[in-house]
């Protein structure tokens, strides 16, 4: 199994410009998460999905989308990027009414 | 609102023993979770307290007290290699919504 995997693993993007970040698992998860990292400040919960075609907002939402077309995909979406979006973001998955997480190698962006 | 507390640093040496505490507030509770995370790489999973007590997973161990609103993670015959950041979290009811604490940094020194 491949696991979590996320691409890119690195974006430089435009102040405005818009991109999707990808995320994949082959672990069967019912639950997948977006979070992202900045210093100092742990993991902050974006968007989660508990299945396909349900999704809702965690902590931070603003400025990101996301859908749940299958139990393997979770793509997260910048609508305008901002620098203040500059962070890495992980996205994890796990099983129904199990706590552990499984996390993907995370991508790093950078917005100018 | 849900919000955790852990110390930003602690600094033990090789074959020590080191405590990292966690105190949290949350609307409802479903447990206590751990997460190791060294540079550059990704959280992984340590441990779980879904109730009062210790949990032993090698040198690794967890406590909870719900009473308190308090855990810790116990790391025993400290390595080089547990240097590293550490993450409570906790998942309150009523969602999938997983909060973690701002981690604590680990230096182990030889």
């Known amino acids: 199994n491949a696991g979590v995997t996320q691409t890119p693993k690195f974006q430089v993007l435009k102040t405005g410009q818009s991109m999707t970040l990808q995320c994949a698992q082959d672990m069967n998860h019912e639950y997948m998460s977006w979070y992202r990292q900045d210093p100092g400040m742990g993991l902050r919960l974006i968007h989660y999905?508990?299945?396909?075609?349900?999704?809702d907002q965690g902590e931070v939402p603003n400025g990101y989308n996301v859908s749940r077309s299958t139990t393997e995909d979770f793509p997260l979406r910048l609508l305008s990027a901002a620098p203040s979006q500059t962070s890495v973001y992980f996205c994890?998955?796990?099983?129904?009414?199990?706590?552990?997480?499984?996390f993907g190698p995370g991508t790093r962006l950078l917005v100018l | 609102g849900q919000s955790l507390e852990q110390p930003s640093e602690v600094t033990a040496v090789e074959g020590a023993i080191v405590q990292i505490n966690c105190t949290y507030q949350?609307?409802?509770?479903?447990?206590l979770s751990w997460y190791q995370q060294h540079d550059g790489g990704a959280p992984t999973f340590l441990s779980y307290?879904?109730?009062?007590g210790l949990e032993e997973t090698g040198r690794f161990s967890s406590f909870l007290s719900r009473s308190d609103s308090y855990g810790y993670l116990l790391l025993q015959e400290l390595q080089m290699k547990d240097s590293a950041s550490y993450f409570c979290?906790?998942?309150?009811?009523?969602?999938?919504?997983?909060?973690f604490g701002a981690g604590t940094r680990l230096f182990v020194k030889a």
């Open positions: 999905s508990v299945g396909a075609g349900i999704t």
């Open positions: 949350t609307s409802g509770f479903y447990g």
């Open positions: 994890a998955s796990s099983y129904s009414g199990s706590e552990t997480q499984y």
């Open positions: 307290n879904g109730l009062d």
């Open positions: 979290a906790v998942r309150g009811t009523g969602g999938f919504k997983t909060i």
